[in-house]
Nanobody, 125 residues
Framework: VQLQASGGGSVQPGGSLRLTCAGSGFRLKDATIGWFRQAPGQTREAIATRRPFESPYYVDAVKGRFTISRDDLENTVYLQMNNLKPGDTAVYYC????????????????????WGQGTLVTVSS
């Protein structure tokens, strides 16, 4: 079982990036997917999550700018990030739990049992 994250890079404020999280060994459509980020000197924070058969949830800081989508044929999840701000600079991680996390756990990084490697997003002029 493996998650492979990619798509980070450097952009100017207002720019866009799409992060990719490719899964192998299990079907992402049956998993709870979480996107997390960790800025320098900060703890890892959840920013978006999607449980099976539900619409995604987003934290207020990214709501309206970030969107989770999924390609079931490719077994891949995406995080489209628009109107990026300097405060979005961080290492981004995708994570998965092989099933449906209960509501109280969907934002809890410790509840996820599979993690991709981080991908760095830098937003700077």
């Amino acid at each position: 079982v493996q998650l492979q994250a990619s798509g980070g890079g450097s952009v100017q404020p207002g720019g866009s990036l799409r992060l990719t999280c490719a899964g192998s060994g299990f079907r992402l459509k049956d998993a709870t997917i979480g996107w997390f980020r960790q800025a320098p000197g900060q703890t890892r924070e959840a920013i978006a999550t999607r449980r099976p058969f539900e619409s995604p949830y987003y934290v207020d800081a990214v709501k309206g700018r970030f969107t989770i989508s999924r390609d079931d044929l490719e077994n891949t999840v995406y995080l489209q990030m628009n109107n990026l701000k300097p405060g979005d600079t961080a290492v981004y991680y995708c994570a998965a739990y092989a099933g449906r996390l209960i509501t109280s756990n969907k934002w809890n990084p410790a509840a996820y049992n599979y993690w991709g490697q981080g991908t760095l997003v830098t937003v700077s002029s």
